[in-house]
């Protein structure tokens, strides 16, 4: 595992950046966190680093964004308001956690984790996922700890 500190959002958005100029297609970047966290702010850096000079904003409630004009595909998923396998299946978003059309950054993607499918993602995928976990330190400082797996 490796770990990094951000000491405001504007460094959070710039990690996101250096990891959007390095994403190749099948890229999935799985964010958890508490509320606040800065998950949407490092998106909107990695969506920068994608070449993406669009407005980033959560998909809480419309669940995917589709963010085109980047270098790649760039979807943004938000799990928050999903419980689980059968709710993620049944709203359409497996097809992007099992298939990754590009690049997709999904936001509470523990709620996916939870489930059989995506442990048999991580065992037998070919494309590349990093579990990305961000924790409040401070008011501008956070802890992220993330690691990678391949198939």
Same mark, same amino acid.
């Given at each position: 595992? %490796?770990?990094?500190? $951000?000491? $405001?959002?504007?460094?959070?958005?710039?990690?996101?950046?250096?990891?959007?100029?390095?994403?190749? $297609? =099948?890229?999935?970047?799985?964010?958890?966190?508490?509320?606040?966290?800065?998950?949407?702010?490092? %998106?909107?850096?990695?969506?920068?680093?994608?070449?993406?000079? =669009?407005?980033?904003?959560?998909?809480?409630?419309?669940?995917?964004?589709?963010?085109?004009?980047?270098?790649?595909?760039?979807?943004?998923?938000?799990?928050?308001?999903?419980?689980?396998?059968?709710?993620?299946?049944?709203?359409?978003?497996?097809?992007?956690?099992?298939?990754?059309? =590009?690049?997709? %950054?999904?936001?509470?993607?523990?709620?996916?984790?939870? =489930?059989?499918?995506?442990?048999?993602?991580?065992?037998?995928?070919?494309?590349?996922?990093?579990?990305?976990?961000?924790?409040?330190?401070?008011?501008?400082?956070?802890?992220?700890?993330?690691?990678?797996?391949?198939?």
């Amino acid at each position: 595992m %490796v770990t990094i500190i $951000s000491n $405001s959002p504007e460094a959070t958005a710039d990690l996101g950046e250096q990891w959007g100029r390095a994403a190749k $297609s =099948g890229w999935l970047i799985g964010l958890s966190g508490d509320l606040g966290a800065g998950k949407t702010q490092f %998106v909107k850096g990695i969506a920068r680093g994608l070449g993406i000079a =669009g407005r980033i904003s959560s998909p809480t409630f419309g669940l995917v964004n589709e963010i085109e004009g980047g270098r790649l595909p760039f979807w943004h998923i938000d799990l928050y308001r999903l419980n689980g396998w059968d709710e993620i299946a049944s709203a359409g978003i497996d097809e992007y956690l099992l298939d990754v059309p =590009g690049v997709v %950054v999904v936001e509470w993607v523990e709620r996916w984790l939870e =489930g059989e499918r995506a442990k048999a993602f991580l065992d037998h995928s070919n494309g590349f996922f990093r579990w990305v976990r961000i924790e409040i330190l401070s008011e501008t400082e956070r802890q992220f700890t993330y690691e990678d797996f391949s198939g």
